[in-house]
Structure formats: structure tokens, C-alpha cells
């Protein structure tokens, strides 16, 4: 099965900071990487696939990049709604396996 | 819109069954892949199962395999969870999830919580 892992699994930034974070899969996914956001008590909601398109409606701030075995999210101008859990996904298959989630808080 | 509406979670003791059900809308139903999705308390996403549109194939996690089963209903436009001999890892909120035509999860349901505890 595939593994995923995420780093850092927590972070504090200023707003206005820009956020890297990174995901790693034990082999190579090619691009069926996902990001999604999970704000405190709520639903998680898609934000980026294939790696790097972003779904309709969410923020330009928010851009993804990788392939193979190593993505990055970047959060360009943390905002105050950005506090919230994000996670990588991959969806190569029908199992899918989600990274284990980086917590982003503002400092 | 699409809208996805869970609901028959709760208390349930150790060895115990529930059946949660997701309404959908908003999409055609018949055309999509559904998914089950859960997060124990404090903790990470873990898939559940998955069935398909076409032809209801079904799969599961290991966790789950032999306890739970996963359906479909496409003149209610629901989806199924039922949960046989539940255990106290059980405990979790279960999301229901559709997927695009490429295994990915687009929209997920708001979720609901199955206590496992005697």
C-alpha cells in the first residue's frame, strides 16, 4: 500500500506569511495528488488535484506543485480563514490513502 | 448544488450494528462514485469503503472488511453504511463523500458521529 507523510505536522505563521507544505508518497503516484482543507469542526473540502489545478472557487493564494513522490502546497498571504488542517491525498485507485494532516495556525 | 445529507449516527455498544444512509442531490446520482470517509476523534482522514456507479462494485478497508457494507439505492439517491459488530475504534465521525469520474473526492457531506461504547 501506499504511504503518505506530511511535514511539518503543525505550523504558526504571520498573516500575510507565505506557507510551504510538503507531502511525500512512498512510491510514485505520478500527479493523482489532492489537497484539501479542513477547517476547525467542519467538512473537508477539496482545494487542489492533479497536483496542481485548483478547484473552482478557491483562493489563488492557494497553489500545489510536485509529481511523482513529492508535492508541495504553498499558501501565498496566510489569511486568518486559512487556520485550518490541510491534507495530501492520493486517488490513484479507489483505495486512497490521505497524508497525516499539517495543522496551520496563525501566530 | 450538490448536497450531501448524512444522518443514522450514535451510541452504539461494542458488537453492536447502525446503518448510516447519505441523501444526495444536486447531481445525477446514477452516474457517480460513492465514498465513505472517517476521522476518529482528534485524528487524521481514513477511507472506508467505495462503491461504483456502474455496476455497484464495492470495496473496503481493511479495518472494515467483513463488517461493513456499503450500498446503494438509486430510486432514493442514498448511500449505505452498515456497520456489523462494531468495535470501540470504530468511533468516529463518517463523512460521505462523491467522487469524479477519476477517483477523486470532490464533495463531502458534513458528516455524523458513531460512538462506540458500552
Known amino acids: 500500500d501506499i504511504q503518505m507523510t506530511q511535514s511539518p505536522s503543525s505550523l504558526s505563521a504571520s498573516v500575510g506569511d507565505r506557507v510551504t507544505i510538503t507531502c511525500r508518497a512512498s512510491?510514485?503516484?505520478?500527479?493523482?495528488l489532492a489537497w484539501y482543507q479542513q477547517r476547525p469542526g467542519k467538512a473537508p473540502k477539496l482545494l487542489i488535484y492533479?497536483?496542481?489545478l485548483l478547484q473552482s472557487g478557491v483562493p489563488s493564494r492557494f497553489s500545489g506543485s510536485g509529481s511523482g513522490t513529492d508535492f508541495t502546497l504553498t499558501i501565498n498571504s496566510l489569511q486568518p480563514e486559512d487556520i485550518a488542517t490541510y491534507y495530501c491525498?492520493?486517488?490513484?485507485?479507489?483505495?486512497?490513502?490521505f497524508g497525516p494532516g499539517t495543522k496551520v495556525d496563525i501566530k | 448544488e450538490v448536497q450531501l445529507l448524512e444522518s443514522g449516527g450514535g451510541l452504539v455498544p461494542p458488537g453492536g450494528s447502525l446503518r448510516l444512509s447519505c441523501a444526495a442531490s444536486?447531481?445525477?446520482?446514477?452516474?457517480?462514485?460513492m465514498t465513505w470517509v472517517r476521522q476518529a476523534p482528534g485524528k487524521g482522514l481514513q477511507w472506508v469503503s467505495t462503491i461504483t456507479a456502474i455496476g455497484g462494485a464495492t470495496y473496503y478497508a481493511a479495518s472494515v472488511r467483513g463488517r461493513f457494507t456499503i450500498s446503494r439505492d438509486t430510486s432514493k439517491n442514498t448511500v449505505y453504511l452498515q456497520m456489523n459488530n462494531v468495535r470501540a475504534e470504530d468511533t468516529a465521525v463518517y463523512y460521505c463523500?462523491?467522487?469524479?469520474?477519476?477517483?477523486?473526492?470532490?464533495?463531502w457531506g458534513q458528516g455524523t458521529l458513531v460512538s462506540v461504547s458500552s
Open positions: 512510491q510514485s503516484i505520478t500527479n493523482y
Open positions: 492533479a497536483a496542481s
Open positions: 491525498q492520493t486517488y490513484s485507485s479507489f483505495r486512497k490513502t
Open positions: 444536486g447531481f445525477s446520482f446514477n452516474d457517480y462514485t
Open positions: 463523500a462523491k467522487e469524479t469520474q477519476f477517483y477523486l473526492i470532490d464533495y
